[in-house]
């Protein structure tokens, strides 16, 4: 039997061969929407720009709407378009999903993992228990991604990451709790309190600080535990960037509140602080079912916390 195109303003319903044309189109579009950019869209999905133009210019016939417009270098969903993506998004992902679970329990020993981690572990902690991961689950292929707190937060909501380490973990994620951050004041070699076993909070008044953008969770506490402490922080430089930090602290250009370096710093001294508290370490997943590649790294990273977690405390 041949379907033809009919669409009931009653039921608000597509027939089944329309359905069947725009299914296939739905990656390209999704991919678009979050990319905001065709050529990168293309590179996601592995397919050359031109064809993922002409799948786009084929949705847009099919439905009878334009889906996306020009802005820059980039596009933009239209009001249609934004209306299709939040209808559709979880579809695209619950799809990708199916069929990374289906060929996960065809090989539990193989599949790919997008794992998260943010920007104050590392170089050391994380890439050492990866490497202890890969050495049991060599043909697991991880994706990874580092990026303060909220960006994995909505990386892991949105699907595009399948767990990751957060500090903290949010509230509305599925998260195993690893163990805590120890967050310490940093001063450079010379600097007038170097020489303290233990500063309090409210000995800083006066400094000049180097913290990471309002956004950054290190930050808000940041200025939160200051203003408990009864002052509001003089922040010199902001920079997103830990290691940097460390660096213009190491100059002598202000101090810093950070957790422990993973790597030797001759130029810097780590006191304890006193009016702070430690930041919660957590194994945050999303809320799809997870592929046994990704049980099988949750498993792995839960099982060595210990050792992880020892490691960031000096």
């Keep these: 039997m041949k379907f033809s195109r009919v669409y009931d303003p009653i039921m608000d319903e597509y027939s ?62 239209t009001v249609a378009g934004r ?42 902690s994380i890439p050492s228990m990866l490497a ?20 994995l937060a909505e990386m892991v909501r949105d699907g595009r990451l399948d767990l990751a380490v957060m ?3 949010p509230d509305d994620l599925p998260a195993k709790v690893l163990g805590r951050q120890r ?28 913290a990471s953008p309002p956004s950054y969770h290190l ?22 960037e830990f290691e940097t930090i460390r660096v213009l602290v190491a100059h002598g250009l202000g101090v810093a509140l950070l957790p422990a370096a993973e790597s030797p710093q001759p130029d810097l001294v780590s006191i304890p602080l006193s009016g702070v508290r430690d930041r919660a370490i957590g194994l945050a997943t999303g809320h799809h079912r997870p592929t046994a590649a990704v049980a099988r790294l949750h498993d792995h990273i839960a099982a060595h916390a210990n050792a992880f977690i020892m490691d960031l405390h000096p």
Excluded: M, Y
């Excluded at 950019?37 to 847009?60: M, N, Y």
């Excluded at 967050?183 to 600080?209: C, K, N």
């Design 83 to 124: 209306e299709l993506h939040e209808r559709t998004h979880h579809l695209v992902q619950a799809l990708g999903d199916a069929v990374s679970v289906v060929r996960s329990n065809a090989d539990p020993d193989s599949g790919l993992v997008r794992f998260g981690f943010p920007l104050t572990l590392g170089p050391v």
């Design 183 to 210: 967050i310490l004041l940093h001063v450079g070699r010379t600097h007038p309190l170097a020489a303290r076993a233990q500063v309090d909070l409210a000995d800083l008044a006066q400094e000049s600080f180097i």
């Design 16 to 77: 089944l061969e329309e359905v069947a044309r725009i299914v296939p189109l739905l990656a390209a579009f999704d991919a678009a929407a979050q990319e905001s950019h065709i050529t990168r869209a293309a590179a996601l999905l592995g397919v050359p720009q031109s064809s993922l133009s002409r799948r786009l210019k084929t949705l847009e016939q099919t439905l009878g709407v334009p889906l996306f417009q020009q802005v820059g270098r980039g596009v933009s969903l």
């Design 167 to 169: 500090i903290p973990p």
């Design 219 to 240: 930050r808000r506490l940041l200025d939160l535990w200051c203003s408990d402490t009864g002052f509001v922080p003089r922040v010199a430089f902001e920079i997103s």
């Design 132 to 151: 202890e991961f890969h050495a049991t689950a060599p043909r697991i292929r991880l994706h990874l991604v580092q990026a303060h707190g909220e960006a």
